[in-house]
């Protein structure tokens, strides 16, 4: 069955960089786009970065272009999103998401905070 897990979230003062990782298994990972999502406290979740399936196509939310980048290793079956020039506002839980079929992980945590 499809599998997402995410790993790399923590604790990180302002202006710092996290890189997030989402290991994928029960399907052939390099025919599918994938995507992050982030959720804050309260709000709803939203778009963060999606990549096409070679990688060469990336889109991102208005508010992470140009600090953020997503990535993927289709010989590892890893997705990636490298995060720098953290902002407080940036504290949330991140979700690795394969958008065909609706398939989500569970998520993990990010907190900006001095």
């Known amino acids: 069955q499809v599998q997402l897990v995410e790993s790399g979230g923590g604790l990180v003062q302002p202006g710092g960089s996290l890189r997030l990782s989402c290991a994928a298994s029960?399907?052939?990972?390099?025919?599918?786009?994938m995507s992050w999502y982030c959720q804050a406290p309260g709000k709803e979740r939203e778009l963060v970065a999606v990549?096409?399936?070679?990688?060469?196509?990336?889109t991102y939310a208005e508010s992470v272009k140009g600090r953020f980048t997503i990535s993927r290793d289709n010989a590892k079956n890893m997705l990636y999103l490298q995060m720098n020039s953290l902002k407080v506002e940036d504290t949330a839980v991140y979700y690795c998401?394969?958008?065909?079929?609706?398939?989500w992980g569970k998520g993990t945590l990010v907190t900006v905070s001095s």
């Open positions: 998401k394969r958008p065909t079929g609706d398939y």
């Open positions: 029960g399907f052939t990972f390099s025919n599918y786009r």
């Open positions: 990549i096409s399936v070679t990688g060469s196509g990336t």
